[in-house]
């Protein structure tokens, strides 16, 4: 064949340390993934995991919030996919689910935002207290959902929301 005589030959040996030159700074190259630092956002709860709640009970959630002092803690809100709610949810209370594109994805805004007072907006704690009258008995996984907004706007930081899961069952 007309191109063989024009490729470049190699004996294996300088061929395999050649290529390992070339590989090398890709190989020692640090990876930095999104788990290469702690995340300094955390949001913890108090109520226990499966706790077991008498239906029409009022629920008393404190938080403990760990964020950097770049930001400050602006308000929460609680919410539930509508597959984390008993199957009845939305006709025993009349509330209504989200509409998105992937029905997948439908919530149900079930205590709207709560927005912390400027001097308070330092705080490590928060507590929400939300009833549960007029819910239909089954378990329940709740989002506590916790905005944090930068201190300072011009430093490009962004504006971060933090999660905790709540969960329980209404009897």
Known sequence: MLWDKHRLRIPALPALLLLALLLMPILLTPVHGEDAQPNPFKVTTDLPPAAILPAGADITVKAELTYPETHSFCGSSIYA??????????????????????????????????????????????????????????????????????????????????TARLLFTLE
Do not use: I
């Not at 939305?90 to 594109?101: E, F, H, L, N, V």
């Not at 001097?119 to 939300?130: D, G, I, L, Q, V």
């Open 81 to 162: 996919y509508l597959f984390n709610l008993p199957g009845n949810f939305c006709d025993a209370t009349g509330k209504t689910a989200s509409t998105p594109k992937d029905p997948k994805w439908a919530a149900v805004r079930l205590e709207p935002m709560v927005w912390t007072q400027a001097a308070a907006r330092h705080s490590r704690s928060h507590e929400r207290t939300f009833s549960t009258q007029g819910w239909p008995a089954g378990d329940y996984s709740l989002v506590l959902s916790c905005f944090f907004q930068p201190l300072a706007r011009d430093q490009d930081l962004p504006d971060k929301y933090v």
